[in-house]
């Protein structure tokens, strides 16, 4: 059982921005995709971003040009850098690890939450 722990969630001010950080408990080469959603209250948990395994990344129409997923294998990490903040990124964010063919994520971190208010 792989365990994923998000870091760095907190308080921001629109505008600003916050860096959030999954350590898995194994190495994350075997993971195919490994990325975020988000869940506000009331609403359906969001995809956010993703970094595949052979390089590239994908992120929502909502986030792309203000946050930036990186994928380190040799520390088995990856980080969402979340810039230009907007009240809207509001949610507690889940990082994810899924290995190729799956149809959804296999394995979830606990969550952390972000809040963004002036």
């Known amino acids: 059982q792989v365990k994923l722990v998000e870091s760095g969630g907190g308080l921001v001010q629109p505008g600003g921005s916050l860096r959030l950080s999954c350590a898995a408990s194994e190495a994350i080469y075997t993971f195919d995709s490994m990325g975020w959603y988000r869940q506000s209250p009331g609403n359906q948990r969001e995809w956010v971003a993703e970094s595949l395994s052979g390089g590239h990344s994908n992120y929502a129409d909502s986030v792309r040009g203000r946050f930036k997923i990186s994928r380190d294998n040799a520390r088995d990490m990856v980080t969402l850098e979340m810039n230009n903040m907007e009240i809207d990124d509001t949610a507690v964010y889940y990082c994810?690890?899924?290995?190729?063919?799956?149809?959804?994520?296999?394995?979830w971190g606990q969550g952390t939450q972000v809040t963004v208010s002036s």
């Open positions: 994810y690890a899924e290995r190729e063919g799956a149809a959804d994520p296999e394995y």
